[in-house]
């Protein structure tokens, strides 16, 4: 089936830096999402965003973060600076209205 | 605002076993509801989908029944496998496939031969 790819896997960064997570969405989708889940616990929505904006964004999006898909390549979510509560695992999904795909996640470790 | 919310944790069942994992929603309006399965190191795949009330849902011998009246969408299948061990998500959208989806906390299913 379809499939969402993250890049990269995992990875290990020091806290105030700056991180940026990559998603390749399934190429027809028009919308796109990320999702925090942080381990054991359920996945909580961060953003979602359609024709190039911001449609809704969750409480546990911060100021820190931030969304942008230059130009039809990756759909990236940018945090900076990372801070501990980070920590966690990133899924980005995309649909087109009818059904959405998620990736394998992106686990970020703050250290 | 809207919510999910799975009663079971975790649930521990041999194969054939008869599998039930409860949800209950909470919404304004009239949500589309959904079941996703995780596997370790794995994203969320959709089992299935019902968008109005009585509607049945089902994929790979799970079935759920959308019930307005209680506000419930429970998973059930009749005789489970080794490898239906996974995490179960309820989940629900307000707006079909644009929207966002709010989970509930996850059932771990573990089924031991």
């Known amino acids: 089936g379809p499939k969402v790819l993250q890049i990269p896997s995992h990875q290990i960064i020091d806290m105030g830096q700056m991180v940026t997570l990559n998603c390749d969405p399934v190429?027809?989708?028009?919308?796109f999402y990320w999702y925090k889940q942080i381990l054991g616990q359920q996945m909580e929505f961060l953003v979602n965003?359609?024709?190039?904006?911001?449609?809704?964004k969750s409480k546990l999006f911060k100021d820190q973060f931030s969304v942008e898909r230059p130009d039809g390549s990756y759909f990236t979510l940018k945090i900076q600076p990372t801070a501990l509560e980070d920590s966690a695992v990133y899924f980005c999904?995309?649909?087109?209205?009818?059904?959405?795909?998620f990736g394998k996640g992106t686990r970020l470790t703050v250290v | 605002g809207d919510s999910v919310t799975q009663t079971e944790g975790q649930v521990a069942l041999s194969e054939e076993d008869f599998l039930t994992i409860h949800c209950n929603y909470s919404?304004?309006?009239?949500?589309?509801l959904f079941w996703y399965v995780q596997y370790p190191g794995e994203g969320p795949q959709l089992l299935f989908r019902a968008s109005r009330d009585k509607e049945k849902g089902s994929s790979r011998g799970f079935e759920a029944t959308y019930d307005k009246g209680t506000t419930s969408f429970h998973l059930r299948k009749a005789s489970v496998q080794e490898s239906d061990s996974a995490v179960y998500y309820c989940a629900l959208s307000d707006q079909g496939g644009s929207a966002k989806l709010i989970f509930g906390e996850g059932t771990k299913l573990t089924v031991s031969s």
């Open positions: 919404a304004s309006g009239y949500p589309t």
């Open positions: 190429s027809n989708h028009l919308y």
């Open positions: 999904a995309s649909s087109s209205r009818r059904e959405v795909f």
């Open positions: 965003f359609y024709n190039g904006k911001v449609m809704e």
